[in-house]
């Protein structure tokens, strides 16, 4: 029963597929190639036809729309051309090709049975550039928030942050609007003043770019309060001279308004303002005083001062006095041991010396007297004599003194041997008396 069964299944099979592959020595086909274009770019369809004997051939597009039948225009789209048509190809072309020309172009062969086949068109739409949107400003100490965005691919585009040859995770997002995706990578970095202008990157990867990726640069902005530095002029201010002042500002944002002011007092009428520099012509001492320069943003203010020291440019020269005892020695002022210099120069005999000592100043303390004021003065005799002289007169003097006093220390000595001596002959004298002796004789005797 089962033999049975299998024979009556086998012979008609086998019948069958000998006939028909006599048939097919002389059967019909069409094979169709499958395509990938860029979007905007041309897409060549092609059709290979096997043993055509001139049979109806069509062409219809994804949305069965016929273009072309036998090679004859069918829909009249100047998109589509026929580019070849013979015995075994059948090709035709689709410029300026977008998504919605993506599907399956059919080749269809009609003989006693229907044959066809269905080429697919896959179109790919690369990347343009990422964008890079601020989603959270960075402020130091605080955390910047960045997100780049590709906003329209196919299939969709890989991207990725990139800072010093080293890639910044990010939290990526896909949005699919039909056949196109839209894609984004949001990172979050703490950021600090030194990391403002900092070079990062966000790349685009993509099948369909054979060559360079697409590459998005960008430049971190830390916003910061502003600092400020009084470049001061060097050397010493005296009076005439002239100021100027550079306010060096960092900062972001950059302070625009630099506001130049005098500490409990108003600017000098001669003052000249001019962004950050700041100018006085003709010095005087009333324009001692402390400036301040002071810029302000968004995130903060700060400021620096200045103390100005305008010294008295004075020239004094006094006349040789004829003694050194009427030499006006007090009359020159006190130098400063702390802020001044003071340079010397002597020649021979009636040569000037010059002395490069402070002024002083009514309205300065005195530590702040100028060292640079000139004072001259002219001596006929050297100062070296004048000491020598001064130096023997003393000695002179002391040795007068010493010779009176010895002279009058032995002068009295002597007076009070011969009041001694005296004495002692008054009592001769009495002794005699009292003898009975002459009297006469004897004091006459004491008297010679």
Not at 231 to 243: C, K
Not at 288 to 296: D, P, R, S, V
Request: aromatic share 6%; hydrophobic share 35%.
């Amino acid at each position: 029963m089962a033999f049975s069964n299998v024979w009556n299944y086998c012979v008609p099979l086998t019948i069958w597929t000998v006939a028909c592959l006599v048939r097919t020595a002389h059967c019909q086909t069409v094979q169709a190639e499958n395509v990938t274009v860029l979007e905007g770019a041309t897409a060549q369809i092609s059709c290979r036809l096997n043993n055509y004997d001139g049979s109806i051939v069509v062409i219809q597009n994804p949305r069965r729309q016929t273009l072309f039948f036998n090679g004859s225009r069918a829909l009249r789209d100047e998109r589509y051309q026929l580019v070849t048509f013979t015995s075994r190809l059948l090709r035709i072309s689709v410029a300026n090709v977008s998504v919605s020309d993506e599907g399956g172009f059919y080749c269809q062969l009609y003989t006693d049975s229907t044959h066809h086949q269905a080429a697919s068109l896959t179109v790919l739409v690369p990347p343009d550039t990422p964008t890079v949107e601020v989603k959270q400003d960075g402020v130091e100490g605080g955390e910047s928030e960045l997100t780049c965005v590709s906003p329209r691919s196919k299939p969709a585009a890989t991207l990725k942050w990139m800072r010093n040859g080293r890639e910044i995770p990010g939290v990526v997002q896909q949005q699919e609007q039909g056949k196109i995706f839209s894609v984004s990578s949001t990172i979050r970095i703490p950021v600090e003043r030194k990391d403002n202008g900092a070079a990062l990157s966000c790349e685009a990867f993509h099948p369909a770019l054979d060559g360079p990726k697409r590459i998005r640069h960008y430049r971190l902005d830390v916003y910061f309060a502003p600092t400020v530095k009084i470049v001061p002029p060097t050397g010493i201010l005296r009076e005439g001279d002239s100021l100027s002042l550079t306010c060096s500002v960092t900062g972001n944002p950059l302070p625009l308004n630099i506001q130049w002011s005098k500490i409990n007092d108003t600017l000098p009428e001669r003052a000249e303002i001019s962004g950050p520099t700041f100018q006085i012509s003709r010095l005087s001492q009333s324009h001692n005083g402390t400036y301040l320069c002071q810029a302000q943003n968004d995130y903060g203010r700060a400021a620096d001062h200045y103390t100005l020291l305008v010294y008295e440019n004075v020239s004094v020269t006094s006349a040789a006095p004829p003694t050194p005892s009427t030499t006006p020695i007090t009359s020159l002022p006190a130098i400063p041991t702390s802020t001044s210099t003071t340079t010397t120069t002597t020649f021979s005999s009636n040569t000037s010396t010059t002395l490069l000592l402070p002024s002083p100043s009514p309205s300065l303390p005195p530590d702040a007297r100028d060292p640079g004021a000139v004072v001259e003065t002219h001596s006929a005799v050297p100062y070296a004599v004048i000491g020598g002289v001064l130096a023997l007169l003393v000695f002179t003097v002391i040795c007068v003194l010493i010779v009176t006093i010895w002279c009058s220390v032995r002068q009295k000595g002597s007076y009070l041997t011969h009041e001694a001596s005296g004495l002692d002959e008054h009592g001769e004298v009495q002794e005699a008396f009292l003898n009975g002796n002459d009297a006469s004789q004897g004091k006459k005797e004491y008297l010679l």
